[in-house]
Structure formats: C-alpha cells, structure tokens
C-alpha cells in the first residue's frame, strides 16, 4: 500500500489576534510527485486562523453528515443504494478551499461530502437521501443523484463524470469564462474507455478541465494492483500533465488545486490524483470487513485521520485551541441532528410532480 502523510514542518508564526491565538502560520510539505510538469504546486504556504477554523468545520461536518446518514439508512430510512465518505473528506474540503462557486464539480455518487463542500444545506442532502419532497432535487434525485447549480452529480455510471466534466469544460471556453470543471472518478474508473476518449478531446481543444482521480484504496472490495496495468494514475493521462497528491491533507489538496486550476485555465487539462482512504464500505450496507482487517481500518484512523492530524498541526500552530473546537464540533452536530430529525417527517414528492423539471420548459406537460 502506498499510503503516505506527508509531514508537516512549522516554519513560523505569524501575529497574533486579540485572543492571544495566532492569526496564521506559515507551513512546508514534501514535493508532489509530478508528471510532464517542469514545476509543481507551492510547497510553502500560509495558513490564516480563519480558514483554520473553517476547514475543521467543513471536514467534521462531512463526517457527522455521513454518520447521520448512516444511522438513517440502519433505520430503513434511506432506501437502495447510499454511499459514503469517511476519511476522504480532506479531498472535499481541500478542493473546494480551491475554487469558486463558479467552477463546476461533477462528483460520482459518492456525493454527500462533495454537495457538503459546495454549500448545499444539510437539511437538503438529507432530505434527499430519503427522496423527500425538501430535498435539494425535490426527492426524485435520491442518494447517488444528487445536483445543484455547481455541481452536475451524483452520477451512478462509473468513468461518465470525465465526458460530462468534459463538455463543461468546452462550455466554459465558449463561454469566455474564467471557471473550470472538475470530473471526479475513482481509481476503479480509471480503466473504463470513455475517460481515454474524453481526455483526448480536451487536450485537442485544451479545455479548462481539471481529471480527479480519487484514490481511496479499494474499489468496491478490489484493490488497484489486481486490476491496473498501471497504478499511477496520475500519469494515465499520457499526454495529459498530471500530479499526485497526500489526499488526507486538507492543505496540500488545497494547493494543488490551486495550482491545478491555474494551469487548467492557462494550459488545458491537467489530472490530479488525490491518495485518501475509505474508512466506510463501499455502501452502506457492506461493513467493508470481507476484504480487509478491521485493524487496517483502525489503523488508518489512528495514525493518518485528515480531522485529527488536521487538528493536531492548528492546536499546535496556536491557531486555535481545545474549547473552540469543541464548541464548533458541538454547533455543527447540533445542526445536524435537528437535520435528521426533521426529514423523517418531510412529505415525499407528489406524483405529478414526475412531470416537472424534465424540460427547461416550464409548462411541458400542459
Ligand atoms: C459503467 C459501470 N460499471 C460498473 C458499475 C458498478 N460499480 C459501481 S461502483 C463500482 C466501483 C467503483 O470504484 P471506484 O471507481 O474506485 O470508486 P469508489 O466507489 O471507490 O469511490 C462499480 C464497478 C457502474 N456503476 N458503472
């Protein structure tokens, strides 16, 4: 397994707020591993408490959601299919610390963390996931479909989030925008056809698109050396410069898209590959015990948690401490299981409204 967390060094402290907390701090990370790029991202970066305290949020707020989730579908609440992402959410919260509300995201239907991070409501992922007429797609979208304005999907066909990102992309050129898109597909993906074709036609055209590949380790319960030639999936672009990112880093996920957006925007397509693990199942019905050791999961979660170690380098930084984070740990909770509770008494969509939001033509059905 080739799971690494790049070690943090503190270089300096910045000033300090009235608080007595430091108001940024200065970090350093390994280099990213690079291909067909002469520089990579920016391996020296600051930090401001603000955002400190705001990726914590985010991160923990992705987990309790999941969670919430979770409970709900053990209560028959959420029906068919609900996936989840625990211990990914430094990739989420990283990527959408990079980009704006303009850029567009389209996500697989590993999804919550991601709509999470675009800023749709708790209450409206929820309500969704148990197909209520509240939820953010009115309840007919359901878990694995998840859309809002920014970001296109929740989509269940692994690899189809490379074309559908792609053609945003080539919107975004036509368009004269200064936004990119981003296709999100696991390394289980990687090796289906149509990514090969979309990547050829964005190089052709050098569209704004940035490729994630989101390696968690397993696909459903295989792991990458059985069935890839080749497990560097950052260099599986081929013509296509990519990178290769510590995805249980907030910070260093944040900076390569910082840098990957830049290029996308200057240059054309660029793949990052973000190397996270998945601490839940595939979905939540699988325990995700068949094919690993529970203590590999254990482990995983006591030495690389992207949340604690997150935590530890700002309580260290002095960029906050232990009784603020335990309130906004507390806020966020609370939020979200007033949430949870309010869903399950949410009416389901009305039959007739199948016949809505098909066509952009509002009176379609008439
Ligand atoms: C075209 C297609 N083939 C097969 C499936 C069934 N399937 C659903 S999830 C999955 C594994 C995907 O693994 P990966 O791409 O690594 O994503 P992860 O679930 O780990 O996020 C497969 C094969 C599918 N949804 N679409």
Request: aromatic residues 10%; glycine residues 10%.
């Amino acid at each position: 397994m080739y799971l690494c967390a790049k070690s943090f060094q503190r270089i300096f402290v910045q000033g300090f707020s009235r608080r007595g907390f430091a108001k940024e701090a200065v970090f350093e990370i390994e280099p990213y591993q690079l291909h067909r790029l002469d520089t990579g991202p920016s391996t020296r970066f600051t930090l401001t408490r603000k955002d400190a305290l705001g990726y914590f949020k985010m991160m923990t707020g992705m987990r309790e959601t999941g969670d919430a989730a979770q409970k709900l579908f053990d209560q028959n609440y959420i029906r068919g299919l609900l996936h989840l992402c625990s211990g990914m959410e430094a990739v989420r919260a990283g990527v959408e610390a990079a980009i704006t509300s303009e850029d567009i995201l389209v996500g697989t239907y590993r999804i919550h963390g991601w709509a999470y991070a675009r800023g749709i409501p708790v209450e409206e992922i929820l309500a969704e996931f148990l197909g209520k007429s509240t939820g953010r797609c009115k309840g007919k979208g359901g878990a694995m479909h998840l859309y809002s304005r920014n970001m296109l999907g929740g989509n269940g066909i692994i690899g189809a989030t490379v074309p559908l990102g792609t053609g945003v992309g080539f919107a975004m050129k036509y368009k004269k925008k200064p936004n990119v898109s981003i296709s999100v597909y696991g390394e289980g993906a990687a090796n289906q056809g149509q990514i090969f074709e979309a990547f050829n036609m964005a190089k052709l055209w050098n569209l704004p698109c940035i490729y994630l590949c989101d390696n968690n380790v397993y696909s459903i319960s295989t792991i990458a050396e059985r069935v890839s030639a080749i497990t560097e999936f950052y260099t599986r672009g081929d013509y296509i410069p990519g990178l290769r990112v510590d995805g249980m880093d907030i910070l260093a996920v944040r900076e390569a898209f910082v840098f990957a957006k830049r290029y996308a925007l200057e240059n054309g397509p660029i793949l990052v590959e973000t190397m996270s693990y998945r601490y839940n199942g595939h979905s939540a019905k699988d325990e995700g015990l068949d094919y690993r050791k529970k203590d590999e999961i254990e482990h995983m979660k006591q030495t690389q948690d992207p949340i604690e170690n997150f935590k530890e380098r700002i309580l260290k930084e002095n960029l906050t401490d232990e009784t603020e984070l335990k309130h906004l740990v507390e806020e966020v909770t609370e939020e979200i299981q007033i949430a949870a509770e309010k869903v399950k008494e949410d009416k389901e969509p009305h039959r007739c409204s199948l016949y809505e939001d098909v066509y952009q033509t509002e009176d379609y059905h008439t």
